[in-house]
């Protein structure tokens, strides 16, 4: 094949001048070491939910009706077990917690609550104070706490505080929250993704608190949106100390085997370190947070960085085993490697950039900031490397600097290379049978990975429940901190399902002083779905109207107003709704009451509890179709709350790992076709180079299903992503083969493709599944699994290049109708400077000069 002007300008300006170059790249880096300061950090849900029409109805709702029914983040929950909270000692310190929380200064708390305060109140009614409240439970005796504890069975202000398990004969239960309110500007109600990342009053308080509480006794945990943030934040710092020394440990050690020579070692190294410095610094240039998806971007940069460094390394020790100088061998293993590089880099490019089709924010920078880093490390590996070893070896020749081995991997003779010949000797007997059979292999995978599960939640972001004992025998500063978040959570979960179950919201728009508007919200409740908690065939449901009807139940002036306006006497008004919301919004129900309604009565909430057994996604497509009821009659309405928002997100989670494989595979066909249409005037090989790659793709889909990993905001990219890893071996296979076989026989171009190619790619295969495997030790499980499934990825992508893709040239060659027991002839491509082509590319013609020519 014949190169491009460009790319022997580069060739001859590497050899020629490689100081100039590697200062060059020196400078830029300092360049990008400038933006590294400016990186932020970017954590937990809501980098996720904003802009979901879901989540601007939440936070409509938040805005306008004050906090929402779930956790205040400006309140801290007290979550208490013990195997009875409701006896005296265990609610003495539940009180005794509160107040010192309350006299502990900076903690501004303003307001507690408990299950334990209205026992106190109850026996002792004068008992305001928390001190108060401590000294009635003090002095009274156990039957009498147990009297009071039983006075309380139907009071919604206890049994809304007590587990589920609570028993009013015994007086018992095994879990109680106590809440304890704080004053903080700006604090309101969590949202669909409250607690998120970085340090802010709350979360300071609330760690503050567990250390206080912690002085009474060790049955009450402080939990909170403060507690999820600060986990959010930990658990990335923490994943990155475990991680990234174990990826360089591992790392290094195979590339020793893979270069065995020190300084090439140090050379493949310092790259690597110099792509990750300017990713991250075009990270914090461009103004994009770090976010737990960021975790996985080194890891990548690692996988694409050693495959180019081995096979820059490999390719000219081949040419200098074959008796070329420094420069001759560089020259030529730039020019026939910076064109495969430049493949890779581009089908690489085009499989992050598909993220780019994706509704959510995070997934797309993900995307943006892998191809800007997938450039970089094109750059610096087929340009700074090179120029780097030229000097290196010049002076190696010059200075008593030691030399170990300069032998290519799979030298002709080893035992990898016998290993390596595996599918040439397939693709010798019998190509089209062993290509029938992965069809069939890949039809099945696909097939069976249609049944991929999607989930988003927010324990996706957090530590798990349990850390690995692995994990735990971590000596400092690896060992990973103490984590309650999850754990907690499924223990509120487990106990309080009937107190704080599910719920849907439905966020109404309109002019609610239009006569009928309470009885047209009324009947979206009527005949309720499945999912929804029912009483008498009516949804159960807090609304306005559930205001209106417990004040018109205590107030007769109340109620004769509602009854003059109520035409079909059930409770609800339907007239003067104006006159209505007057009455009730100066009365004592004024704060509920705008709970419910907004101050300019152009808009409500209706909240209906949900089964407890009820998926997210049943939970979800009910609230969405009592919606459309409204909708359908009366105007807007929309389903909302945190199940319908993770839901959402979940839905497109699945489009955006459908959309994002879809555009990959397509464009990398398209790009392959043209690709080398230009450069050899065969267009069908791009057809061939993604054979291996679409049965790597169904395999990954299929190993998801077998293991149980759903897709996920992490793993969502995971096909996509081995379109664009995956490729690279294909690319480099079906490269190395063109070449060689222009100078040999259909087999003797093939094995010497296994050999040489199929080395290098051993060795990248190597080391990129194991630094790229050891995200599996992340505390993040889902970071764990992205790393497992992009490490199989690359394994299955090697696997294919090496098996399927013989038998693929082989029956491409024949189909072409070339001679096997003899050379091609070389085609031309179109004329295009950078790609080459042409009949003056690389000829006399080009101001590079002649390209050199291997020694037989």
Same mark, same amino acid.
């Given at each position: 094949?014949?190169?491009?002007r460009?790319?022997?300008?580069?060739a001859t300006?590497?050899t020629?001048?490689?100081?100039?170059?590697?200062?060059?790249?020196?400078?830029?880096?300092?360049?990008f070491?400038?933006?590294?300061?400016?990186?932020?950090?970017?954590?937990?849900?809501?980098?996720?939910?904003?802009g979901?029409?879901?989540?601007?109805?939440?936070?409509?709702?938040?805005?306008?009706f004050?906090?929402?029914?779930?956790?205040?983040?400006?309140?801290?929950?007290l979550v208490?077990r013990?195997r009875?909270?409701?006896?005296k000692?265990a609610?003495?310190?539940?009180?005794?917690a509160?107040?010192?929380?309350q006299?502990?200064d900076?903690?501004r708390?303003?307001?507690?609550?408990?299950?334990?305060a209205?026992?106190a109140?109850?026996?002792d009614?004068?008992?305001?104070?928390?001190?108060?409240?401590?000294?009635?439970?003090?002095?009274?005796t156990?039957?009498?706490?147990?009297?009071?504890?039983?006075?309380?069975?139907?009071?919604p202000a206890?049994?809304?505080?007590v587990?589920d398990d609570?028993?009013?004969?015994s007086?018992?239960?095994s879990?109680?929250?106590g809440?304890?309110?704080?004053?903080?500007?700006?604090?309101?109600?969590?949202?669909?993704?409250?607690g998120?990342?970085?340090s802010s009053?709350?979360?300071?308080?609330?760690?503050?608190?567990?250390?206080?509480?912690d002085?009474v006794?060790?049955?009450?945990?402080?939990?909170?949106s403060?507690?999820i943030?600060d986990?959010?934040?930990?658990?990335?710092?923490?994943?990155l100390?475990?991680?990234?020394?174990a990826a360089?440990?591992?790392?290094a050690?195979?590339l020793?085997?893979?270069y065995?020579d020190?300084l090439?070692l140090?050379?493949?190294s310092?790259?690597?370190?110099?792509?990750?410095?300017?990713?991250?610094g075009?990270?914090g240039?461009?103004?994009?947070?770090?976010?737990?998806?960021m975790?996985?971007?080194p890891?990548?940069l690692l996988?694409?960085g050693?495959d180019?460094?081995?096979?820059?390394v490999?390719?000219?020790?081949?040419?200098?085993?074959?008796?070329?100088?420094i420069?001759?061998?560089?020259?030529?293993?730039?020019?026939?490697?910076?064109?495969a590089?430049f493949?890779?880099?581009?089908?690489?490019?085009?499989?992050?950039?598909?993220?780019?089709?994706?509704?959510?924010?995070?997934i797309?920078?993900?995307?943006?900031v892998a191809?800007a880093?997938?450039?970089?490390?094109?750059?610096?590996?087929g340009?700074?490397?090179?120029?780097?070893k030229?000097l290196?070896?010049?002076?190696?020749?010059a200075?008593?600097?030691?030399?170990?081995?300069?032998k290519?991997?799979?030298?002709e003779?080893?035992g990898?290379?016998d290993?390596?010949?595996?599918?040439?000797?397939?693709?010798?007997r019998?190509p089209?049978?062993?290509?029938?059979?992965?069809?069939?292999?890949?039809?099945?995978?696909?097939?069976?990975?249609?049944g991929i599960?999607?989930?988003?939640?927010?324990?996706?972001?957090?530590?798990?429940e349990?850390?690995?004992?692995y994990l735990?025998?971590l000596p400092?500063p690896?060992?990973?901190?103490?984590?309650?978040?999850v754990?907690?959570?499924?223990?509120?979960?487990?106990k309080?399902?009937?107190?704080?179950?599910?719920?849907v919201?439905i966020y109404?728009?309109?002019?609610m002083?239009?006569?009928?508007?309470l009885?047209?919200?009324h009947?979206?409740g009527?005949?309720?779905?499945?999912?929804?908690v029912?009483?008498?065939?009516?949804?159960?449901?807090?609304?306005i109207?559930?205001?209106?009807?417990?004040?018109?139940?205590?107030d007769?002036?109340?109620?004769?107003?509602v009854?003059?306006?109520d035409?079909?006497a059930?409770?609800?008004p339907?007239?003067?709704?104006?006159?209505?919301?007057?009455?009730?919004l100066?009365?004592?129900?004024r704060?509920?009451?705008?709970?419910?309604?907004?101050e300019?009565?152009?808009?409500?909430?209706?909240v209906?509890?949900?089964?407890?057994?009820?998926?997210?996604?049943?939970?979800?497509?009910?609230?969405?179709a009592?919606?459309?009821?409204?909708?359908?009659?009366?105007?807007?309405?929309?389903?909302?709350?945190?199940?319908v928002?993770?839901?959402?997100?979940s839905d497109l989670?699945?489009?955006s790992? @459908?959309?994002? /494989? +879809?555009v990959?595979?397509? &464009?990398?066909?398209?790009?392959? #076709?043209?690709?080398y249409?230009? $450069?050899?005037?065969?267009?069908?090989?791009?057809?061939?180079n993604?054979?291996?790659?679409?049965?790597?793709?169904?395999?990954v889909?299929?190993?998801?299903?077998?293991?149980?990993?759903?897709?996920?905001?992490f793993t969502a990219?995971?096909?996509?992503?081995?379109?664009?890893?995956?490729?690279d071996?294909s690319?480099?296979?079906v490269?190395?083969f063109?070449?060689?076989?222009?100078?040999?026989?259909l087999i003797?171009?093939?094995e010497?493709?296994?050999?040489?190619?199929?080395?290098?790619l051993l060795g990248?295969?190597?080391?990129?599944t194991?630094?790229?495997? @050891?995200?599996? /030790? +992340?505390?993040l499980?889902? &970071?764990?699994q992205?790393?497992v #499934?992009?490490?199989l990825?690359i $394994?299955?992508?090697f696997?294919?290049?090496?098996?399927?893709l013989?038998s693929?040239?082989?029956?491409?060659?024949?189909l072409?109708g070339?001679?096997?027991?003899?050379?091609?002839?070389?085609?031309?491509?179109?004329?295009?400077p950078?790609?080459g082509g042409?009949?003056?590319?690389?000829g006399?013609?080009d101001?590079?000069?002649?390209?050199?020519?291997?020694?037989?």
């Open positions: 094949m014949s190169d491009g460009i790319v022997g300008q580069i300006e590497i020629e001048r490689p100081g100039r170059i590697v200062v060059a790249f020196l400078l830029v880096t300092v360049l070491a400038g933006g590294l300061a400016n990186v932020s950090t970017s954590a937990g849900t809501e980098q996720f939910t904003s979901i029409p879901a989540e601007q109805a939440l936070s409509d709702i938040q805005r306008e004050g906090p929402s029914f779930t956790t205040d983040s400006g309140s801290t929950q208490q013990n009875n909270v409701l006896s000692p609610m003495i310190r539940m009180l005794e509160q107040s010192r929380l006299d502990t900076g903690l708390v303003v307001g507690v609550s408990s299950p334990a209205t026992v109140r109850t026996i009614p004068t008992a305001t104070t928390t001190d108060a409240q401590i000294r009635a439970l003090e002095q009274a156990p039957s009498e706490v147990d009297e009071a504890v039983r006075a309380n069975a139907d009071n206890f049994t809304g505080g587990s609570f028993n009013a004969e007086a018992s239960a879990a109680a929250i809440v304890v309110s704080h004053q903080i500007p700006g604090a309101g109600g969590g949202g669909a993704a409250a998120q990342s970085g009053p709350l979360t300071d308080i609330q760690l503050r608190s567990q250390r206080v509480v002085t006794g060790g049955d009450i945990t402080v939990f909170g403060g507690i943030s986990e959010f934040s930990t658990v990335i710092t923490d994943s100390i475990i991680v990234t020394p360089v440990i591992l790392i050690g195979f020793v085997v893979a065995r020190l090439d140090f050379l493949g310092f790259t690597l370190l110099l792509a990750v410095v300017w990713t991250f075009f990270l240039l461009a103004g994009i947070p770090f976010s737990q998806m975790i996985a971007v890891p990548l996988a694409v050693i180019f460094g081995i096979h820059a490999n390719r000219y020790r081949e040419d200098r085993a074959e008796g070329l100088g420069d001759e061998a560089m020259n030529l293993a730039v020019r026939q490697l910076v064109v590089f493949i890779v880099t581009g089908t690489t490019v085009i499989g992050f950039l598909a993220n780019l089709t994706s509704a959510l924010a995070p797309r920078e993900f995307g943006l191809a880093g997938i450039l970089f490390t094109f750059l610096l590996f340009i700074f490397l090179p120029a780097a030229v290196i070896d010049r002076n190696r020749e200075l008593p600097i030691p030399t170990f081995s300069q290519p991997l799979g030298a003779g080893s990898l290379a290993v390596l010949r595996v599918g040439v000797w397939i693709g010798e019998g089209r049978v062993f290509l029938a059979l992965m069809v069939v292999l890949t039809v099945a995978s696909g097939g069976y990975a249609a599960s999607t989930s988003f939640s927010q324990e996706d972001f957090l530590p798990p349990e850390t690995p004992d735990e025998s400092e690896f060992a990973p901190g103490d984590y309650s978040a754990g907690t959570l499924n223990f509120l979960e487990e309080f399902t009937a107190s704080q179950g599910g719920s919201t109404v728009e309109g002019d002083e239009e006569p009928t508007r009885e047209e919200i009947r979206m009527e005949s309720p779905p499945s999912s929804f029912s009483e008498d065939g009516h949804a159960q449901e807090q609304s109207i559930t205001v209106i009807r417990q004040r018109a139940a205590s007769p002036e109340f109620r004769r107003l009854n003059r306006n035409r079909n059930n409770g609800i339907d007239d003067n709704l104006g006159e209505v919301y007057d009455y009730l100066s009365s004592s129900s704060d509920q009451a705008l709970q419910y309604l907004a300019d009565r152009r808009s409500t909430q209706v209906y509890s949900a089964q407890a057994d009820a998926s997210q996604n049943e939970v979800t497509a009910d609230g969405r009592v919606a459309e009821r409204y909708r359908a009659t009366s105007g807007i309405a929309v389903a909302t709350g945190s199940t928002v993770f839901a959402a997100v989670i699945f489009t790992a @459908v959309q994002s /494989l +879809a990959a595979l397509a &464009l990398t066909v398209v790009f392959l #076709l043209v690709i249409g230009v $450069l050899e005037g065969r267009p069908s090989l791009g057809l061939v993604t054979v291996p790659i679409v049965a790597s793709v169904a395999l889909a299929a190993t998801m299903r077998l293991a149980g990993i759903a897709f996920n905001a990219t995971i096909l996509s992503l081995t379109i664009g890893l995956g490729i071996y690319v480099h296979v490269h190395r063109v070449d060689e076989r222009t100078e040999h026989d003797t171009a093939l010497r493709t296994v050999r040489g190619t199929g080395g290098a990248s295969m190597l080391t990129t194991t630094g790229i495997g @050891v995200l599996m /030790l +992340a505390v499980s889902i &970071l764990g992205f790393g #499934l992009t490490a990825s $394994l299955y992508s696997a294919t290049s090496m098996l399927v013989p693929a040239l082989v029956v491409w060659d024949r072409e070339h001679d096997p027991d003899r050379p091609v002839e070389a085609k031309t491509g179109l004329s295009i950078f790609l042409g009949s003056d590319a690389g006399a013609n101001p590079a000069g002649p390209e050199p020519t291997r020694g037989d």
